[in-house]
């Protein structure tokens, strides 16, 4: 049995230290050792996306990192986005479009739009597409997503 190796990691601005062992997923940390289960782990090879959080300001799949590839990152998953009362833009913009059916991929879609909408001006809707590829959903055919993004977009922008 391998020793454990504590880390210090900063998620949704709350700092959190724990022992952990070495091979721990961060995507098994967050909802293990830290109770934050929006963060879905769905194929487990980083394929399908809905474990995407973000890492010191990139979207990362949680399934591919380690935890202790985390000592000292600031993490921030989709319940740092906002609460059931208290919706943020993008959720209230997911909401209003009816862009999700079964809600499994929408932690991980929730989390890569954050980070595209911080990097990228996501100008048509090819670039909304282009930016969701990694992100698979199964149930919404990915329009009404798509639709609820470039809404939000429209409304930063002042835009009808």
Known sequence: MSAGKTIRVTVNSVIYERTVEPRLLLSDFLRQELAL????????????????????????????MLAVQADGATVETVEGLGSIHKLNPLQKAFQEQHALQCGFCTPGMLMTVTDLLRKYPLATDEDIREGL??????????????????????QTEGTP
């Open 133 to 154: 590829s990694g992100n698979l959903c199964r149930c919404t055919g990915y329009e009404h997503i798509v639709r609820a993004v470039r809404t939000l977009v429209r």
């Open 37 to 64: 289960t929006g963060t879905h782990v769905g194929c487990e090879h980083g394929v399908c996306g809905a474990c995407t959080i973000i890492v010191n300001g990139d979207s990362v799949r949680a399934c591919l």
